[in-house]
């Protein structure tokens, strides 16, 4: 699946894996699921460290609810960050196209 820029695309929603997949490249299915999750958040704080960022050029000492309503510019910001794919689904897609350094120091030391 790819779109007009031509960079693959993340699934919008959850979809069913095979779990040999999954293990391919650690022969370990509980050691890819930590990769995987040590990387969905690593993503997850960017994104939010991200939006944060962006939404503190619009902080104020005296909002009122009328000006927080009517900030259209906020409120795109935000939808577009909702509209976003998970984190979790961006982690496991890297994983699995070889996009995610890690290494295993239990491992290195045999």
């Known amino acids: 699946m790819t779109n007009v820029?031509?960079?693959?695309?993340?699934a919008?929603?959850?979809i069913t894996r095979d779990l040999r997949e999954l293990d391919v490249q650690t022969d370990n299915i509980y050691e890819s699921i930590v990769i995987m999750a040590k990387r969905a958040n690593q993503i997850s704080n960017n994104v939010k460290e991200e939006l944060h960022q962006k939404l503190s050029e619009f902080a104020s000492s005296n909002d009122n609810l009328e000006e927080i309503f009517?900030?259209?510019e906020q409120i795109e910001?935000?939808?577009h960050y909702e509209r976003m794919p998970k984190a979790t689904l961006v982690a496991v897609q890297e994983f699995l196209e070889n996009k995610v350094y890690y290494r295993n120091p239990a491992k290195e030391n045999l």
């Open 5 to 10: 820029t031509n960079k693959p695309t993340v």
């Open 77 to 79: 910001i935000s939808k």
């Open 12 to 14: 919008g929603s959850t």
């Open 70 to 72: 009517e900030n259209r």
